[in-house]
């Protein structure tokens, strides 16, 4: 079935670690975005990109960064310059032409910094 | 984007109707208003959007006031499965203007058995 696959679904990393995220879609969306979402919260936008080996910050991208190799996946990498990095984070992506705007999200990974 | 206020909490007996209000008083004529909803621990998922004509799908029904000043998501006979937190959005419509969708903290809506 298409969709995004997110792993892992849960994570657990000492502090001062990076930590890579993965997200997979295969629905052939030109553009995937990553969320950070902590308990309670709305969902903040750290990195987006529309199109392969492209990508912008959004609106709380310090300590995060991301690549964009191939159109099918969109890693994110948690480095240690996070300052609070346990929240839940969530992948999405969209159709570039056409769009109705939807989002279609994966599952989340929940990241626990000890 | 316009900017949109929504009840922290609801709660709807199982069965019945689920009316889910939003407000979004600085809307522009080319936003659209857009909800998703995001079950626990998991990533939100899409339910309608509109512009100005009601519209309904599978999942619900949005009813847009005339002003398009508010809207209400309706859940026309409520299940467990709908408890979730319901979020409304509005967004100009355009190829890349996803970026710019901003997720508040909704209303969280509980179905009681």
């Known amino acids: 079935d298409g969709g995004i696959t997110q792993s892992p679904k849960y994570l657990f990393r000492k502090e001062g670690q990076n930590v890579t995220l993965s997200c997979e879609q295969n629905?052939?969306?030109?553009?995937m975005y990553w969320y950070r979402q902590d308990p309670g919260q709305g969902l903040r936008l750290i990195y987006y990109s529309q199109i392969v080996n492209d990508f912008q910050k959004g609106d709380i991208a310090e300590g995060y960064s991301v690549s964009r190799e191939k159109k099918e996946s969109f890693p994110l990498t948690v480095t240690s310059a996070q300052k609070n990095p346990t929240a839940f984070y969530l992948c999405?992506?969209?159709?570039?032409?056409?769009?109705?705007?939807?989002?279609?999200f994966g599952e989340g990974s929940r990241l626990t910094v000890l | 984007d316009a900017k949109t206020t929504q009840p922290t909490s609801m709660d709807c007996a199982e069965g019945r109707a689920a009316n889910l209000p939003c407000n979004h008083s600085?809307?522009?004529?080319?936003?659209?208003v857009y909800w998703y909803r995001q079950i626990h621990s998991q990533g939100p998922q899409y339910i309608i959007h509109?512009?100005?004509n009601n519209e309904t799908n599978e999942m619900a029904s949005l009813i847009i006031t005339e002003d398009r000043k508010s809207s209400t998501l309706i859940l026309p006979h409520a299940t467990l499965r709908d408890t979730a937190v319901y979020y409304c959005?509005?967004?100009?419509?355009?190829?890349?203007?996803?970026?710019?969708?901003?997720f508040g903290t909704g209303t969280r809506l509980t179905i009681i058995p």
């Open positions: 959005i509005v967004r100009v419509d355009t190829n890349f203007g996803n970026e710019k969708l901003t």
């Open positions: 999405a992506s969209s159709m570039k032409t056409g769009s109705t705007g939807e989002l279609f």
């Open positions: 509109g512009l100005k």
């Open positions: 629905l052939n969306h030109d553009a």
């Open positions: 600085t809307i522009s004529g080319n936003e659209y």
